[in-house]
């Protein structure tokens, strides 16, 4: 399969059909359960993000946002994006990143606008930005999220390149805190109940086919682990005072394996930070970046 | 509170409204994840339990029937049978039954028909059978299922007492086959998932009210291990050879502690079975019986 400029060009700015999503306290917890949360299960902190009769409050993970959009990433799983056709297994998720507008309800319709934003021609590949606004039941914005999909084999198209944005490395320095937390070897099978159902993620002939010793969890759930790193460390495990995060996913993860979040406090309202695999001693997110108040 | 003589007789036999339960393999897997399957993730034997686009075929486990009823439970928590009303913090779920008519479909409405079978005078207790048969939509009966209640406080209300049933107690030989697994110490945050909310299996404060040093699994997670064990050693993991099975739950687990399920072999198409809590070397499932073909 290849694609034309043209097509590219008809793709880009192109607002998709809206789409909706409805969700209740059951699956805000299975959400959490499927990042690792709570690390302890005695612990109000995060016991908090998983139990809806809490005495702190039930509280909503701000990367739960990423689940609003999950019909986009079916969509794109199916192999297409506008008139452009692919192979689903040359699809890689690079970067993901969101906005909180307002903090997360614990139920309810949330209203998704996805866009193309842009599309860049890497040679090896082409790179998709998929932007959607998600939108509450009063029509407020709620988060904003952009994920860039990276599609092997589709480059050469005669498009722009882009930039390679290369801010928020980690600074060379120690971290000023870090967390480290062993996954389950069944992190996968839980998060897929979220809505990411990839075989990639569960079933070993097709993580093979992937080229994968066997299936790999999430990077959305690695990112949910860091999201979970940053609140505890530096928002006192408030949900509401973290307002962005932004990571590339440069590495895969299996489930069972240990990961370290290092994380440093760059401003005020920033913190930068990196996750790695204990095991293979690999980052497997990078140039992250977290927004807190 | 107390209870008459007259209110019970009023309440035997009396059918109740019946329900629905609407569920789709999300459901189905969910419920598995909280019984601990599969034991090895890349094992296809216990994949297939939560992974729905398993090369063995998508299997739900004949234990997944006692999620239909859990409209049965929360109205028993609310504190009322019939109209008795009673204070449910002295609640125990006694003992658990199911007979499967039918392979259980992974998606699907279930409709319910409960009624109380019979209720007896312990003295210090009442003891409430509560029988509920199960339809599929094409009104074929899919499961039956018994779950004994006890209500602390309730008894000397003039009542039968009923005979104590030890029946299926534990052979006195070394059993014909084990079954160890370590739960995970967040398996009850997982199980509640399922539908039985009851603040006992995740909030501290709610557990200590209990009489409980912290929140223990739900009797109804660890019977879905034993009936894992079942069939991985009697049944060739095939959940459709299991069709009936009961319990005494007569201890509490806590989670993250090790279950182990001894099984004996009593006649060609019968199982007895007892779990134990390793750490705490008690009996936690008694009196327990499985029928396979």
């Given at each position: 399969m290849s694609v034309t400029l043209e097509q590219v060009q008809a793709a880009i700015g192109k607002p998709q059909a809206p789409f909706t999503y409805t969700y209740t306290p059951r699956d805000v917890a299975l959400y959490a359960l499927g990042v690792g949360a709570p690390a302890d299960p005695l612990d109000p902190d995060e016991l908090k993000f998983v139990y809806e009769l809490s005495g702190e409050g039930f509280a909503v993970l701000p990367s739960f946002a990423v689940i609003y959009i999950s019909q986009t990433i079916h969509d794109i799983l199916s192999g297409r994006i506008g008139d452009i056709e692919f192979n689903p297994m040359m699809l890689v998720h690079g970067e993901q990143s969101l906005v909180i507008k307002k903090p997360l309800p614990s139920a309810g319709t949330v209203t998704c606008h996805p866009v193309i934003a842009d599309i860049f021609d890497?040679?090896?590949?082409?790179?998709?930005?998929?932007?959607?606004?998600?939108?509450?039941?009063?029509?407020?914005?709620?988060?904003?999220?952009?994920s860039?999909?990276?599609?092997?084999?589709?480059?050469?198209?005669?498009?722009?390149?882009?930039?390679?944005?290369?801010?928020?490395?980690?600074?060379d320095r120690p971290p000023d805190a870090t967390m480290t937390e062993q996954t389950s070897p069944k992190q996968a099978l839980i998060y897929r109940l979220s809505g990411d159902v990839n075989p990639l993620h569960a079933d070993p002939a097709m993580a093979a086919v992937g080229g994968f010793e066997k299936?790999?969890?999430?990077?959305?759930?690695?990112?949910?682990?860091?999201?979970?790193?940053?609140?505890?460390?530096?928002?006192?495990?408030?949900a509401t005072r973290l307002t962005g995060i932004k990571a590339r996913f440069s590495k895969h993860?299996?489930?069972?394996?240990?990961?370290?979040?290092?994380?440093?406090?760059?401003?005020?309202?920033?913190v930068i930070f990196q996750t790695k695999s204990v095991e293979r001693d690999e980052v497997v997110l990078s140039y992250a970046r977290a927004t807190i108040s």
């Open positions: 890497k040679g090896s590949g082409m790179l998709v930005l998929n932007d959607v606004v998600c939108k509450d039941e009063s029509g407020d914005e709620l988060a904003v999220l952009r860039s999909m990276f599609i092997r084999g589709m480059g050469d198209f005669g498009g722009e390149r882009g930039t390679s944005d290369k801010s928020d490395a980690a600074p299936p790999i969890l999430h990077g959305l759930s690695t990112f949910g682990y860091a999201t979970r790193a940053v609140l505890k460390h530096f928002c006192d495990n408030d993860v299996f489930p069972g394996e240990t990961l370290v979040t290092e994380m440093w406090r760059v401003a005020d309202s920033a």
